[in-house]
């Protein structure tokens, strides 16, 4: 038996033609890496001497910096408090998962910390 071999460049075209076109999509990124961009977006606003966002719109300059932040912001997933800026000294709420007061959740605080409170600690936490 004789074996026939495709020369190399009809074999390259053929194996790309074997493939799908479309991009994989990436991952969703998780909340918590989302609260962390949203907080590194305020920490660079006060760094910049920029007024904090007062409504979704006036993030979206920065939606390069939000991937995984913006579109959950935009769709209701996260809440921000607006009008308020990063402090580093500040515990008080700055953004949260939608569920965080019923059911507990992921809470970006002003300092920039990113960290889970219960019902409970939400309903008692500054904001």
Known sequence: MRLQFLPAPVF????????????TPPPPV???????????VYKYLVAQRLPAPKKVDELAEYEGSLVGAYPKIKAGEIVVIWGLSYSSGSNQVL?????AA??????LLRNGTVKDMTAAEF???KK
């Open 30 to 40: 998780e909340t918590g890496a989302a609260l962390d961009e949203l907080g590194g």
């Open 95 to 99: 953004a949260y998962t939608k569920d």
């Open 12 to 23: 390259t075209l053929f194996l790309l033609g074997c493939g799908s076109h479309e991009p």
């Open 102 to 107: 019923t059911s507990g959740g992921k809470v």
């Open 123 to 125: 309903q008692a936490a």
